[in-house]
């Protein structure tokens, strides 16, 4: 299992969560951007810079990912493909994506887009509470126990 971040947007917290997870467990971790990114120093750990533009680095994600994968993203499109494609997609607020809730996230996420076109004044997800932190640590660390078995 790999482990890939959609890292443009994600929080600087989740990916040091990240990063402890990477080498306490010996897992292969890359982070996808389209800036460059300093990682640490790590035989898991790894940044790749994608060419700027519209959701480069979402199709370099949805190029690489193999079924069973765990991608880290808040973007609701690219978890809808990912969980098509058989990867498990996690939030930085620590939701699970599923077959069974990411048609709902997509409809409310056009909902909201539409809204926010037709000029309603309606503000972007709240900062990152340390509540957000501890929800992503656990559903990590519970998807990863299942994953690697008793």
Same mark, same amino acid.
Request: aromatic share 6%.
């Given at each position: 299992?790999?482990?890939? =971040?959609?890292? @443009?947007?994600?929080?600087?917290?989740?990916?040091?969560?990240?990063?402890?997870?990477?080498?306490?467990?010996?897992?292969?971790?890359?982070?996808? +951007?389209? /800036?460059?990114?300093?990682?640490?120093? $790590?035989?898991?750990?790894?940044?790749?810079?994608?060419?700027? %533009?519209?959701? =480069?680095?979402?199709?370099?994600?949805? !190029?690489?990912?193999? &079924?069973? @994968?765990?991608? =880290?993203?808040? @973007?609701?499109?690219?978890?809808?493909?990912?969980?098509?494609? &058989?990867?498990?997609?996690?939030?930085?607020?620590?939701?699970?994506? $599923? $077959?069974?809730?990411?048609?709902?996230? #997509?409809? #409310?996420?056009?909902?909201? !887009?539409?809204?926010? %076109?037709? &000029? +309603?004044?309606?503000? %972007?997800?709240?900062?990152? $509470?340390?509540?957000?932190?501890? +929800?992503?640590?656990?559903?990590?660390? /519970?998807?990863?126990? /299942?994953?690697? &078995?008793?």
């Amino acid at each position: 299992m790999h482990i890939w =971040v959609d890292a @443009d947007a994600c929080p600087g917290v989740i990916k040091d969560i990240l990063f402890r997870v990477a080498e306490r467990l010996q897992l292969p971790l890359t982070l996808v +951007a389209n /800036r460059l990114l300093r990682v640490p120093p $790590s035989p898991y750990i790894r940044a790749l810079q994608v060419p700027k %533009g519209f959701d =480069v680095a979402d199709a370099e994600i949805v !190029e690489r990912v193999a &079924g069973g @994968d765990l991608v =880290v993203t808040a @973007d609701i499109p690219l978890a809808a493909t990912l969980i098509d494609k &058989g990867a498990f997609a996690l939030s930085p607020r620590g939701e699970f994506y $599923s $077959s069974e809730n990411i048609r709902e996230r #997509l409809a #409310l996420r056009d909902f909201m !887009e539409g809204m926010r %076109g037709a &000029g +309603a004044d309606i503000a %972007g997800p709240a900062a990152l $509470s340390q509540a957000d932190r501890q +929800a992503f640590a656990n559903q990590l660390d /519970r998807f990863l126990a /299942r994953r690697r &078995g008793p």
